[in-house]
């Protein structure tokens, strides 16, 4: 089955960069997907990459895909205290809708 | 910015209860999700439905049952609630599209349920 995981916690001081990391174990991902949950709030769609890249940008995020290793990570630039959240990885397998999360990683930013 | 919506956001009960969690989305969207989070964090898909009078069970085991009468509602009932169904369950909307290049999930905010 499929098998999604992450570190639970996290701290980094403000200005810092914050790297999270996500393993998963099926090879037939099509996206991945990465979610931040604030306090007492739902999902929020932060980004994605497609299996076949290995990099994709998006102002202070960075996602690295090693599709070899099943890893990948979301690496935020100067991080702020608002950036606080629990974030999850997703995997999408195949064509279907249905997303697999893993285990979240609480971020706490210290000021 | 998505509109989907949960109510009640929070819910204290009694053990034996009959609860409905209630989910409705306007954006059209078929298909639907709910998702219990345990409070160490771990999401778990219970679950989920194509379109109008199509549910299907999720990786998680629930004694919960779901209903989808009209695309924009998805309500989930348990008949009789135990300690044990104490959670945060979150629901969820996508597009159809199966080749849709992001599938993005609009989550809900979710409903605390405590049972007693």
């Known amino acids: 089955g499929e098998d999604v995981e992450q570190s639970l916690f996290l701290s980094v001081r403000e200005g810092d960069s914050s790297v999270i990391n996500c393993t998963y174990t099926?090879?037939?991902?099509?996206?991945l997907y990465w979610y931040k949950q604030e306090p007492g709030a739902g999902l929020q769609l932060l980004t994605y990459i497609f299996s076949n890249m290995d990099m994709k940008q998006d102002q202070r995020l960075t996602v690295l895909l090693n599709k070899k290793d099943k890893h990948l990570s979301l690496r935020i630039a100067d991080t702020q205290t608002g950036d606080s959240a629990i974030y999850f990885c997703?995997?999408?397998?195949?064509?279907?809708?249905?997303?697999?999360f893993g285990t979240g990683t609480r971020l706490t930013v210290i000021p | 910015e998505a509109d989907i919506y949960q109510t009640p956001r929070y819910l204290v009960i009694g053990t034996g209860k009959k609860i409905t969690l209630e989910c409705s989305q306007t954006?059209?969207?078929?298909?639907m999700y709910w998702y219990q989070q345990d409070p160490g964090m771990e999401l778990h898909l219970i679950h989920y439905s194509y379109g109008v009078n199509s549910t299907e069970k999720g990786d998680l085991s629930s004694e919960s049952t779901v209903s989808r009468i009209r695309t924009e509602h998805f309500p989930l009932t348990l008949e009789s609630a135990r300690p044990s169904h104490t959670s945060q369950y979150l629901c969820?909307?996508?597009?159809?599209?199966?080749?849709?290049?992001?599938?993005?999930?609009?989550f809900g905010p979710g409903t605390r349920l405590t049972v007693l």
């Open positions: 997703a995997e999408r397998l195949g064509w279907a809708n249905n997303l697999f």
């Open positions: 969820a909307s996508s597009e159809s599209t199966s080749g849709r290049v992001d599938n993005e999930q609009f």
């Open positions: 954006m059209g969207h078929d298909k």
């Open positions: 099926d090879s037939s991902s099509t996206y």
